[in-house]
């Protein structure tokens, strides 16, 4: 797979919140810490595979903390970071965003239906 020469930190941002269910994890750990088995019962038809693959990538991101408790019976929870306070606000503007032009968005096509040239 070949790079991009060019890369816009927009991208990396986004990159940071993309996915299926990186915003949805994020929006759980809005409210408060959260174990595994809780961020599992909340997002119904997210795999335990999954949920550990986008919350090890949140964590590289530095969006959340993993906080292991040391405890005989395995005992980790993941919170927001400052990072990811501010994704916080970030995700709710753009939720803002999305209610103020549901009718306009309703309207357009997602951009991969568009006509590709050539």
Do not use: N
Not at 25 to 30: Q, S, T
Not at 51 to 60: G, M, V, W
Not at 97 to 112: D, T
């Amino acid at each position: 797979m070949k790079l991009k020469s060019v890369e816009c930190e927009v991208e990396r941002l986004l990159a940071v919140i993309g996915g299926k269910w990186k915003v949805l994890i994020l929006r759980e750990l809005f409210k408060g810490a959260r174990r595994h088995a809780q961020l599992c019962r909340a997002l119904p038809g997210i795999s335990q595979k999954v949920l550990t693959a986008q919350l090890r990538e949140l964590e590289l991101d530095g969006a959340l903390r993993r906080q292991d408790f040391k405890t005989k019976r395995p005992h980790v929870e993941y919170s927001l970071t400052p990072f990811g306070e501010r994704l916080r606000r970030l995700i709710l503007e753009m939720h803002e965003l999305a209610l103020q032009s549901c009718e306009v968005l309703k309207r357009r096509p997602p951009a991969e239906r568009f006509e590709k040239p050539g």
